[in-house]
C-alpha cells in the first residue's frame, strides 16, 4: 500500500539560508548517478532505529534545485531538507490512515549537473537498494525547481518508472520536457499521489503547478493537490 504522508510533505520543502560548513547530521556516501555506473556524492539520514531492528524503511529522495549541482556537498545544506536535518529536525512522521509512526531513511543526491534525469534517479534508487533496507512501496520524491523538474520527468516518464514511485511533492518546478507534458496519465495509472505548490510572488511557477495538477487530476481525480 502506497502512503501520503503529510507530516514529511509539509517538512520538505523549506528553504532557508546556511553557512555552508555542516553536514552534521547527515552521513557522506557516493551513489551511482547514471544507469552506466558513473558515481557522484550523496548525504544520507538513517533512521535512529536503522542499526536495531531488521526492517525496511520507507525512502524520501530530495532533489536539490540548479545552484547545488555539482561535486560540493556542503552546498546542498544550504536548503531543503538538507537544511532541516543539518538543524536536528527529524522527519518521522505519523501516518493519517493507520496512524502509526514511520521513520524514513532520507537521501540527497548531488547532481552533475542541473538535475537529475529520471533514469538517473532510478539508477541512485537502485544503487541505495543494494546497500540499505528500503520499503519500495514507499519511495517519494521531492524537490525544488530543478529537482521539481527531477521528480516529475521521473514519474511522467515511463510505466515501470511511475510504479515505484508513491508519493511525489514539487515546489516550483521547472518546465517539464514536451513528451513528459503529454503522459500524465502514467501518474493515475500507477495511483501517485502529487502535491504541487510555488510561491505567491512566482506567477510564472505558481501557473504551472496549477496546470500540473489539472493534468494529473484530468486522469485521477483527487491525485494531485496544490
Not at 539560508?17 to 556516501?29: G, T
Not at 537544511?83 to 543526491?109: C, E, H, Q, R, S
Not at 521528480?151 to 511511475?162: G, K, R
Amino acid at each position: 500500500m502506497k502512503y501520503m504522508l503529510s507530516a514529511f510533505l509539509i517538512i520538505s520543502l523549506l528553504g532557508n539560508d546556511l553557512s555552508a560548513y555542516a553536514q552534521k547530521n547527515m552521513q557522506q556516501i557516493e551513489v551511482k548517478v547514471t544507469p552506466n555506473g558513473k558515481k557522484n556524492g550523496a548525504l544520507i539520514q538513517l533512521p535512529d532505529d536503522y542499526n536495531v531492528t531488521n526492517k525496511k524503511y520507507p525512502i524520501i529522495i530530495f532533489l536539490h534545485g540548479k545552484s547545488k549541482a555539482g561535486t560540493d556537498l556542503s552546498k546542498l545544506a544550504l536548503e531543503g531538507i538538507p537544511f532541516w536535518l543539518d538543524k536536528g529536525v527529524k522527519l518521522d512522521a505519523v501516518n493519517p490512515v493507520d496512524k502509526k509512526m514511520y521513520k524514513f531513511i532520507t537521501v540527497m543526491p548531488q547532481a552533475p549537473s542541473f538535475g537529475l534525469k529520471p533514469k538517473e534517479v532510478m539508477a541512485v534508487l537502485d544503487d541505495l537498494l543494494k546497500t540499505y533496507r528500503i520499503d519500495t512501496t514507499r519511495v517519494y520524491l521531492t524537490g525544488y525547481s530543478a529537482g521539481g523538474w527531477a521528480a516529475l520527468m521521473a514519474v511522467t516518464e515511463s510505466p515501470a518508472i511511475s510504479k515505484r514511485i508513491a508519493a511525489v511533492v514539487a515546489m516550483s518546478p521547472t518546465t517539464l520536457d514536451d513528451k513528459n507534458k503529454k503522459q500524465f496519465k502514467l501518474i493515475a495509472d500507477a495511483g501517485v499521489h502529487c502535491w504541487y505548490f510555488a510561491g505567491r510572488l512566482e506567477p510564472h511557477f505558481m501557473e504551472t503547478v496549477h496546470a500540473y495538477a489539472d493534468s494529473t487530476n484530468k486522469y485521477g481525480p483527487g491525485l494531485a493537490k496544490t
